[in-house]
């Protein structure tokens, strides 16, 4: 696909449903600059955020933690939404309730008329019949999201990305300091593309937040993903069936070293960390 000049882009965050299904420390940053891959003007960043009101009257704790994520969003350009938390009796239990899903479909559908493309930071079905009703308008719809994502709106999307391939949006446990993601030696996450009944196959994975990514050929040089040689003895995983992955069904996290079979890298230390 080629991108038009001066793309006006808008991007909605549910918050609550990423931090509650993988997202819990999500680098908005990443997220940004993963939305204007392609040069494109970020017109709309909108966070919606649940805040206890109660809770932060009593819990000084809760509060400045709260406080200064929001702030740490503002810093990052997102314009914060809060849906105040409200408490409900039912009989002898008490429950909470803060969704922000019909503000956000609202703000989307009102503010689309100016955007070209549209990201929603979401797995959340509810979502469907919005992704729908925004592509009649005329936008293009993407989806980011990483664990329990609806299956339809994944398939309702012009795109769908798992938010553990997008570089850094997820810290990774025990990636070496001061390696980029992407160098030999570095910890990354991909998919397995290609697995034969000889016990190897090939990883793909996204080297940098960068345009074109429908060029999953890595054999173009334009293309931002890079593919790798793996063999079934490296994964940490045991008992773990490659024939249901190579539909890219699992996202793996793995170590990129110099191979001792191949020319090119190899990936090691394997582990399924997510179905899509």
Not at 33 to 54: H, M, Q
Not at 71 to 82: M, S, T
Not at 147 to 156: A, G
Request: glycine letters at 6%; one cysteine or more; a neutral charge.
């Amino acid at each position: 696909m080629t991108y038009r000049p001066n793309t006006k882009v808008g991007v909605y965050v549910d918050v609550a449903n990423m931090y509650f299904n993988g997202g819990r420390r999500m680098q908005y940053d990443a997220l940004r600059e993963f939305a204007c891959r392609d040069g494109a003007d970020p017109l709309r960043l909108n966070a919606y955020v649940s805040f206890d009101v109660e809770r932060a009257q009593e819990d000084i704790i809760y509060r400045d933690g709260i406080n200064k994520f929001h702030a740490k969003l503002q810093d990052f350009g997102y314009k914060v939404i809060r849906k105040e938390v409200k408490w409900y009796q039912d009989d002898d239990k008490r429950y909470r309730k803060a969704n922000a899903d019909l503000d956000l479909a609202v703000d989307v559908l009102l503010q689309s008329k100016n955007l070209d493309r549209i990201l929603i930071a979401t797995g959340d079905g509810d979502f469907v019949r919005v992704v729908r009703a925004l592509q009649n308008l005329g936008c293009r719809v993407e989806i980011v999201a990483m664990d329990n994502v609806s299956s339809d709106l994944r398939h309702e999307a012009d795109m769908f990305m798992s938010g553990y391939l997008i570089p850094n949006l997820i810290p990774i446990d025990y990636h070496p300091d001061n390696m980029a993601w992407g160098d030999v030696g570095s910890r990354v996450r991909g998919v397995c593309y290609r697995h034969g009944d000889r016990g190897y196959g090939f990883m793909r994975y996204l080297k940098k937040i960068d345009a074109g990514l429908w060029l999953t050929d890595t054999r173009r040089s334009s293309s931002p993903y890079g593919s790798v040689y793996f063999h079934d003895s490296s994964l940490l995983t045991r008992n773990f069936n490659f024939s249901s992955s190579t539909s890219q069904s699992y996202v793996f996290e793995f170590d990129l070293v110099e191979s001792n079979r191949t020319e090119e890298l190899e990936a090691v230390n394997i582990k399924p960390i997510s179905k899509l």
